[in-house]
C-alpha cells in the first residue's frame, strides 16, 4: 500500500488528479495523457473502461440484487472459473491472496494470463480477476471432486453485480488470450528491453532494487506510469502506439 500510494501521490502533484481512463490511457485534470504499464498490478490488463465486465456489473445492478445471499451469479462464476482453467471449479471469495492461500493447505498455483501454463491438472488455484474495481478481492478455484468441506475462514460474500462482472471479465480474458500475441507485445521491444525483461506482456525490471523508485519517478516524468513496487511485474500497454515511450528513448534512465 505505501509503493500503490507513493505513485498516486507522484502523478497527483505532477499532473493533477484521474478524470478519465480508456484503454492503455489515464488522463489528467492537467490535460496529460499519461500511459500506464502497472495497471494495477494486472487487475486492469484488459484495458480500463467500457469493457463488457462493466456492463455486466451495471445490468445485475440495475435488478437491485446487491445483498450478500445466493443468486444464480454463484455457478456462473464457478463456470467461468471451469471455462478459464481447463476443470470443474467451485470457488469461495477471499479478501486477499494470503487468506486465500491459508484456506487451504499448501499454496495453490497462481493464475497469470499469457503464462503458457496449464491449468488443467491443478488441484486448486488462485486467480485475481482482471477486473480493476477488485483490488483486494481474490478468488480460490478448487476441483469440484474435492471442492470445499467448510465454509474456509475468512472467506467472504460479495454481491451479484460484483459476480457478474468478475465472470465476464474471466470470459473476456480467455477472449484475450487468443486475441493478443506475441506480434502484439515485441513491437514495444525496442525500448522496454533496454530497462525489463518480457515474457508475454509481462515486464520484470532489469533495473536495480535500490534505484527502482528513481527509475519509477523518471518514467513519470516520461509520461509513463509503471508498478510501484518492485517484485510486481509492470505490464505491456497493449493497443498503444510505441511512439508513447519516445520521451523515454529520448532520456534513457542510466543505471
Known amino acids: 500500500m505505501e509503493e500503490t500510494a507513493f505513485l498516486a501521490d507522484s502523478i497527483a502533484s505532477r499532473y493533477g488528479s484521474i478524470k478519465r481512463a480508456r484503454g492503455p490511457f489515464l488522463y489528467t485534470a492537467k490535460g496529460q495523457r499519461l500511459?500506464?504499464?502497472?495497471?494495477e498490478g494486472g487487475r486492469a490488463i484488459l484495458g480500463w473502461g467500457g469493457s463488457p465486465a462493466v456492463t455486466a456489473f451495471k445490468d445485475v445492478l440495475s435488478r437491485g440484487i446487491c445483498g450478500s445471499y445466493r443468486t444464480?451469479?454463484?455457478?456462473?462464476l464457478d463456470k467461468a472459473l471451469?471455462?478459464?482453467?481447463?476443470?470443474?471449479?467451485?470457488?469461495?471469495?477471499?479478501?486477499?491472496?494470503q487468506d486465500a492461500q491459508d484456506a487451504l493447505d499448501g499454496c495453490p498455483v497462481i493464475w497469470r494470463p499469457w503464462s503458457g501454463k496449464s491449468y488443467a491438472e491443478c488441484p486448486a488455484v488462485i486467480v485475481e480477476p482482471p477486473f480493476p474495481m477488485t483490488e483486494g478481492i481474490t478468488l480460490l478455484a478448487v476441483r469440484q471432486e474435492t471442492g470445499f468441506s467448510r465454509?474456509?475462514?475468512?472467506?467472504i460474500a460479495i454481491p451479484a453485480p460484483l459476480k457478474a462482472a468478475l465472470a465476464r471479465s474471466l470470459y473476456d480474458a480467455i477472449r484475450a488470450e487468443k486475441e493478443r500475441q506475441e506480434k502484439d507485445f515485441f513491437i514495444y521491444d525496442r525500448v522496454l528491453t533496454r530497462y525489463w525483461t518480457r515474457q508475454g506482456p509481462w515486464l520484470t525490471p532489469k533495473i536495480p532494487r535500490d534505484r527502482y523508485r528513481d527509475f519509477l519517478l523518471h518514467c513519470l516524468d516520461c509520461t509513463l506510469v509503471i508498478s510501484p513496487r518492485y517484485e510486481q511485474d509492470s505490464?505491456?500497454?497493449f493497443g498503444a502506439d510505441p511512439g508513447v515511450f519516445r520521451a523515454l528513448e529520448r532520456r534513457p534512465f542510466e543505471f
Open 151 to 155: 465454509q474456509p475462514a475468512r472467506s
Open 82 to 97: 471451469s471455462d478459464l482453467l481447463g476443470f470443474k471449479a467451485v470457488s469461495r471469495v477471499f479478501g486477499s491472496r
Open 235 to 237: 505490464i505491456v500497454p
Open 72 to 76: 444464480d451469479w454463484d455457478k456462473r
Open 35 to 39: 500511459t500506464d504499464l502497472y495497471a
